[in-house]
């Protein structure tokens, strides 16, 4: 299943490069009147085994020191752009992470990689939070779909008891359904 994994991952992110492009296109028109700053954004994550990588995304909020967030804070609702918001709610924002897919640092579906910082914290406070990296991380993830952003040491573990739930019943037929229901998270515009 790895390769097959691994080979739908390649064709649908090749499939994606020319949405991307155009949106990317789009966004440097956009950017300088609603967003100033950088298009893009790269943020040090965790990924498989541990091993930090630079996580990709359209750049949704107002630049701020890195350490300003503490791995149990709430989002930083108050720096997020005009135009960053439409981004978020339709997930707009996490695209170019096709290209962290493409280099092996990611795939479509699996547990969605936290900030390495914030990682390391949750290796210390959350059991089983060590299990999620021995799978390669996702753009989306059961825990997005079923349970959406969390924030708190409570919704930490909720995420983490999706994400446990995901691996152990890993399949083809569940990341099926887990693209599905991202589809259609996407479509109601409930990304936060």
Known sequence: MPWAKRLIDV??????????????FVLLILNPL???????????????????FRAWKFRTMSPANAAARGAFDGLEEDRISRLGRILRKARIDELPQIINVLRGEMSLIGPRPDLYEHACVYLKNIPGYRALHQVMPGI?????T???YVDGEDGVRRKVAADLYYITHASLRLDVWIIWRTLCVIAARKGR
């Open 140 to 144: 989306s993830g059961y825990a997005q």
């Open 11 to 24: 064709i649908f992110c090749l499939v994606l490069l020319a949405p991307l492009a155009l949106t990317a």
């Open 34 to 52: 609603f967003n100033r700053g950088p298009l893009m954004y790269g943020q040090r994550r965790m990924g498989l085994a541990g091993q930090p």
């Open 146 to 148: 079923e349970i959406g």
